[in-house]
């Protein structure tokens, strides 16, 4: 079985966007076993999406649309599938009901225009969209399988995920697939892939392939087999092969990047954290508090940018910051304890360097102290990223998470 | 004449990259005025690489590959379109040269396989390869045009913009091509496209694209004609048309986004601002600080997640928090009078309420109370956002963002 994704908007063609979403499904279809031989982009035009509907159908079992479904004229990816396949457009009543609950909730009309989100093709099977308003759809139609996806990637993502990848799924031949993702720490994306070089080129069945994303490098392992037992033995074999070169430099497995599993360790230990920011600004709270429950661990933080903020909210010494200046050692040091005096916490965090694109007090952008206060020792490390003013400030938290990670581990062992 | 860019390659199939070529090509060609109404993704496969050359030709001026111009045994791109054309291929001698030449100052012999990627078709214009060692190709052949690029971005945009545009410019009539960007906010893509849908219906030149992003919407308005004048021309008498109808929900132009928009008013005022975040975590202040120059407008922030950080650090009252509670009208005001009183800012913001997924004090996920304090008075704002935990934080700071720029707006004018 094969599926074509074809990519409908006009911003897409004129480069004002990449295309994501391809991307996205294109490995989330891998990872299910379903190969994509063809992807096509189009605009907003019903006559070309229809060529390319027709195109795609003629080629591909699985045809899966995203984009186009919401409520201007602009979005004709429904109206093309209806013209292709003969089918007449119907609304379904739950996701017209939604959007009559959701205008009437902001005082607003409900116009005809809107009503288009809450159209589907006559036969097909409805797909909720959790985070929007526009309803998804699924199509088997003359032997093939259609998708409309909406392409606000938020809302695609979870709709593919949640509704459309289990449908495409159902009656596939009775081969596990399985995957899982270990998570490295400072290592290169480069170095890793040199210390696995050989395991990388002759490995077929797992397969090892680097995922690279902001300031982490990961790996996700993908086997296929006949039962899930054997595909879990060969996952764990591969796996003690990997960690024989590299395992050292592992700090998880699976989706919790390194927030989690610092936040995991800090409630297994029932521990909290306060934060003190100059540099990052507010990320380091920000990702602490990016998923719920994050109150029993992370009490709060202060952002203090100017010195002034930095006397005031956390009792930094003025002599402190003549003597050694805000970007120091001593004062990161200093901005870790007053922050885990400030709230009480057992740990307390700090960040202060030149974040670019100007030096700070002789320090070059990407050069940083972070400062770590734990209930036994206040310590503060000497960092130095490459890069923008975002790529600095965000490798920046990742690398106060790992700091923090490596704290909490020893404790855990000791 | 339009063009159809054809990406080839197995990696991008499987999801292991975006696909930034066909971007940047489509954002050249457009700006270069031609219209790209279809793009194809293929993997490295003689016969499928075929079969989109042949609808690509079909349906398409000039198309465009790019990929597969290696030396390895997956590289087919050149065989295919010659096998489809039914060109031979030949060795160009410079391109040939060129290799040897490199070859042998590393030593190394120069094998069959690297040969290849001198090789081109009978009767194609060579394209030189700065960057590489992969000859590119223009050809003309039954009325259309081919080009043939490498796959390696850098190696591509140089050819690409140095000598492949200019062949495909060459006899095309000189257009000047302009575009503008405009911004709104607290209006939603459907109403603003509802209130202008005349105008985008109508509108060939200039062209009105709306633009979708995290909470913010946007239209991009593009011009083409013969001189620059009479594109300004043009475009101002759109915008005239444009603001008639919606004009009070713009707040700016270009590509500044509302927080570039809400600092530059702070910084022509010479006003600060401080935040104190439950519900956002932080990424206010993250927001406010991601861009340099932050520090004389945004001294710093607090982030106080739970209740006792609200009364330690922002002076708020157990008495407050025990009758209105945390998520209240009441104590965003007094959060936002802590931060600016803590801060010594002339304004402060402050955010509480319900991030999700369960409700908090009875209040369901996306309610909370966003509070404004000025030289003059504190003020709060209820304000109500659907969707995911992280769209609902997302949303909040473009909520405050606006709200403040109404205040600083409402400055200005007075």
Known sequence: MNAEIIAVGTELLLGQIDDTNATFISRQLSEAGINVYF??????????????????????????LTGGLGPTRDDLTRDALASFTGLPLKADEESLEKLKVFFESRGRELTEFNKKQALTLEGADVLP??????????????????????????????????????????GMEEQQIQSEVLRFYEIGESLLTEKLDDLIENQTNPTIAPLASEGEVALRLTVRGPSKETNEEMLYELKQKI?????????????????????????????????????????????????????????????????????????????????????????AEAMADGCRRVFSSDYGISFTGAAGPDPLEGYEPGQMFIGIATPEKTVSHFVNIGGSRNRIRTYAVKQGLYLLFQELRNKKGG
């Not at 360790?265 to 990016?290: H, N, P, V, W, Y």
């Open 39 to 64: 992807r096509q982009t189009a605009g907003d035009n019903e006559e070309r999406l229809k060529n390319v509907i027709q195109t795609a159908s003629e080629r591909s079992d699985i045809v899966i």
């Open 129 to 170: 969209n959790d985070e929007g308003l526009a309803c998804g759809s699924f199509l088997e139609h003359q032997g093939k399988k259609f998708l409309l996806l909406p392409g606000p990637p938020r809302e695609m993502r979870t709709m593919f995920t949640q509704y459309a990848l289990p449908k495409l799924r159902s």
């Open 243 to 331: 960690f024989a070169e590299v395992g050292d430099y592992c700090y998880g497995e699976g989706d919790s990047q390194i927030e989690q599993v610092t936040a995991e360790l800090l409630r297994e230990q029932e521990k909290s954290i306060s934060a003190a920011e100059s540099l990052t600004g507010g990320m380091f709270a920000d990702t602490m508090t990016s998923f719920s429950g994050a109150s029993m661990i992370f009490p709060g933080g202060i952002v203090c940018y100017s010195n002034e903020a930095k006397i005031q909210t956390l009792g930094i010494s003025e002599k402190l910051l003549e003597e050694h200046g805000a970007v120091s050692a001593e004062c």
